[in-house]
C-alpha cells in the first residue's frame, strides 16, 4: 500500500515562505513521478506541480511559477514543495501525490488522474 504523509503546513502572512514535505516510506521511489495538488476553501483541487523521477524535470501551474519550486531527494523518499512569496489565494489544503504510470508533464491535465494521494496539509496565507 502507498502511503504519503505531508507535513509543513501552517498558518503565514502574505509574502512569507514556507516549505511542505511528503514522506513515502517504503515505496519504490525512484520510480515515481511525484506532485502536489491544493483544495481551496470551497474550490476544486487543482494541479500545483510535479517533478520527474531524475529531479530534472517539472511542471507548474500558471499561478505559482516563479514563486514555488518542487524538488526530491531519491534517497529518503522525500519530496517538497518551497512555496515563497505566499498570497492569500494560496490558501489551501496540499496534497502530496504520486504515479508510476504517467509522464510528469500530464500530471494535472484534464482526464488525467493520480493514482496516489496523501491526506494533506493546511497552509492558510492571511494578508
Known amino acids: 500500500q502507498v502511503q504519503l504523509v505531508e507535513s509543513g503546513g501552517g498558518s503565514v502572512q502574505a509574502g512569507d515562505s514556507l516549505r511542505l514535505s511528503c514522506a513515502a516510506p517504503g515505496l519504490d521511489f525512484g520510480n515515481f513521478v511525484m506532485g502536489w495538488f491544493r483544495q481551496p476553501p470551497g474550490k476544486e483541487r487543482e494541479f500545483v506541480a510535479a517533478i520527474n523521477w531524475g529531479n530534472e524535470g517539472t511542471s507548474y501551474a500558471d499561478s505559482v511559477k516563479g514563486r514555488f519550486t518542487i524538488s526530491r531527494d531519491n534517497a529518503k523518499n522525500l519530496v517538497f514543495l518551497q512555496m515563497s512569496n505566499l498570497k492569500p489565494d494560496d490558501t489551501a489544503v496540499y496534497f502530496c501525490?504520486?504515479?508510476?504510470?504517467?509522464?510528469?508533464?500530464?500530471?494535472?491535465?484534464?482526464?488525467?488522474?493520480?493514482?496516489?494521494w496523501g491526506r494533506g496539509t493546511q497552509v492558510t496565507v492571511s494578508s
Open positions: 501525490v504520486g504515479d508510476r504510470s504517467i509522464h510528469y508533464e500530464w500530471m494535472g491535465r484534464p482526464g488525467v488522474s493520480v493514482a496516489h
